[in-house]
């Protein structure tokens, strides 16, 4: 795959383009060996410090089983104890405090969007060291796999300068994309069907790689360490380009059996309003998305408006038809969120997306139209608001990166 994408690429050519591939160490697995032993490490690091008594009380380990895992990753320094409390604490003590040293490995993770790609080089704790920024001139799969590799290779040498390896890439994009065999299946913004992307990246790169859809992916770094840490079941849902949302329940981010779990975007709410792109009518992304708005709006008011940034200061100017196609749009959010909450009973909602810049014109639709809609106690979940830029999505590819460098926390 890699010789049709890159055909004049010769071995050297090759090694300067993708130093990657030529001279670097292996790189080294990580020292667990259960799923017991991945649950402890992601326990330190999302809760971290945390005592090993503490660890054995959140999990429900024993404390032999504790003291097994710990150990090899002391020993690796992924894990750093801290002989807090009593002056001259003896290392080892069950009570000292644990916690993940995140300089010990990095991640890059990339999230690609219609007409941009982010990159980051983030710790072992998902903290960005460094963040890059390519615009896409088309959005060819393999332009866009140069601009990936060359994305990685950049942010490769940004972590020689901290002398520590990049230990696997993740890469966010959305659409309908399967994690588990790594295929971008249906990318509307990108027109991308049946992309390999994972193992194209892994070709040109060298480098394990996850990839995954990208609100998903940003629903993994906002359970780890964002709005949802210690939350069991909980929704993310974004609003702007699309509507999307990412689900956790029982403490586990849900794909569903065809990776298409949350597809909040595509709920039917009005049978008789405009066609969507995905073949319905009247779903919520075809009422509630930046261009749905933006086409209520032209036919509406006749006015030239091309762009989200023109509607927003058309219905900021004040002009009724501009803010009656938020208002419905408010509507159509607010009745999907609630369509969730009945259904999984998070205890919180987290708002997000680029969208958020015109929240105030939709605000009072989103919580009127999910009071009515939400049945019986489902109303006294929580709705949020949480700005999260583009750099945040290609954290969230990082932590699904570090997620599998780390391994399964489930047999
Ligand atoms: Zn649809």
Known sequence: ?????????????????????????????????????????????????????????????????????????????????????????????????LRVDGGRAFFIGIKVTGDEAIGVLADLTARIRGARHVSLDTREPAAVLEVISALTAELRTAAE?????????????????????????????????????AELVRGATGLPTVVDNDVRALTVAEQ?????VGADTFALVTVGAGIGCGLVVGGRVVAGAHGVAGEIGHLPIDPTGPPCH?????????????????????????????????????????????????????????TGIAAVVNLLGPGRVVISGEGLTAYDLF?????????????????????????????????GAAATAIQMFIGPDKP
């Open 363 to 395: 605000e009072e639709q989103i919580r009127a139209a999910f009071a009515t809609a939400a049945f019986g106690a489902a109303k006294e979940c929580e709705l949020l608001t949480r700005p999260l830029p583009f750099e945040e999505w290609a954290r």
């Open 1 to 97: 795959m890699l010789r049709v994408l890159f055909p004049l690429l010769t071995e050297e050519k090759k090694a300067s383009t993708f130093p990657a591939m030529a001279s670097r160490p292996p790189l080294e697995p990580f020292p667990v060996s259960t799923p017991a032993a991945t649950l402890v490490f992601t326990t330190v690091l999302t809760q971290g410090p945390v005592s090993r008594v503490e660890v054995g009380r959140r999990t429900g380990l024993s404390s032999a089983a504790i003291t097994k895992a710990v150990r090899p990753l002391l020993d690796a320094g992924y894990l750093v104890e801290a002989a807090e409390g009593a002056k001259g604490a003896a290392l080892g003590r069950p009570a000292n405090p």
């Open 224 to 228: 780890w360490f964002g709005a949802g």
């Open 161 to 197: 300068d901290y002398g520590v390896p990049v230990q696997s890439v993740g890469v966010a994009v959305s659409g309908d994309v399967d994690r588990e065999v790594g295929m971008v299946h249906y990318s509307p913004f990108l027109g991308w069907r049946d992309v390999p992307l």
């Open 278 to 334: 995905c073949g319905n009518s009247g779903c919520v992304e075809a009422i509630a998305a930046d261009p749905a708005i933006v086409r209520r709006i032209r036919e509406v008011t006749g006015e030239p408006v091309a762009t989200a940034e023109d509607a927003l200061a058309l219905a900021r100017s004040g002009h009724p038809g501009a803010r009656e196609a938020y208002a419905r749009a408010g509507y159509a959010i607010g």
